[in-house]
């Protein structure tokens, strides 16, 4: 079946350091990839998204490139800031398996000043 | 913006009570999920819809049940509330075609049952 892994954290970073979350897929079909924020005490909120092979999604300095022939779509910022501190979630939705999403365990990230 | 509304950011209740947490959109939105987050396993889906009045089991239904009984609204019920229910709560909601747009989450609401 479908799922996603991504690196565990939790990752610790100083302030404009490089970031890379790594996250990994199974899809049976043709997934469209996500990466979700969640800030503390809220809710997920949608960061980018890619729908097709080597497609790159983009917001807020962060970038993931999807990678079919590696099933990869890691999440980098070339410098991060203290309130990029948060807790990021690959996902993935398969249209073979209908609107239901598969979210990988998350990767608590904080950045100290 | 597609706004959705979880009626209470925290709620404490006892052991045995019924527990309802109310969802609701604005956007029209065709498909609507509710999942719980706890520390180590991530999201886990309890119960989705996909249209007025339809529910489907997730991956951990027991000791929930949901009411969809207008587009806008997604009700998730504890029937009787236990310790092991104490979790973060998130809705979400999407168009038909998710694998396009994506969820979009609710602010949560943290649930303790004492």
């Known amino acids: 079946g479908d799922s996603v892994t991504q690196m565990e954290g939790p990752v610790t970073l100083s302030e404009e350091a490089c970031l890379t979350i790594n996250c990994t897929y199974t899809a049976t079909g043709y997934p469209s990839l996500f990466w979700y924020v969640q800030y503390p005490g809220e809710g997920l909120q949608l960061l980018l998204k890619a729908t097709k092979a080597d497609d790159k999604g983009s917001n807020k300095g962060f970038e993931a490139t999807y990678r079919k022939e590696t099933t990869s779509f890691h999440l980098e910022k070339g410098s991060v800031q203290v309130s990029d501190s948060a807790v990021y979630f690959c996902a993935l939705s398969d249209r073979g398996t209908g609107n239901q999403f598969y979210f990988g365990t998350g990767t608590s990230l904080t950045v100290i000043p | 913006d597609v706004k959705v509304t979880q009626s209470s950011r925290y709620l404490v209740k006892r052991t045995g009570e019924k527990v309802f947490l109310e969802c609701v959109q604005d956007m029209d939105h065709e498909n609507m999920f509710w999942y719980r987050q706890d520390p180590g396993l991530g999201l886990r889906l309890i119960y989705f819809s996909y249209d007025v009045k339809m529910k489907e089991k997730g991956d951990i239904p027991e000791g929930y049940s949901v009411s969809r009984e207008k587009k806008e609204r997604f009700s998730l019920i504890l029937e009787s509330a236990s310790t092991n229910q104490t979790s973060m709560y998130l809705c979400?909601?999407?168009?038909?075609?998710?694998?396009?747009?994506?969820?979009?989450f609710g602010s949560g609401t943290r649930l303790t049952v004492v």
């Open positions: 979400a909601s999407s168009l038909e075609g998710a694998h396009s747009y994506g969820y979009t």
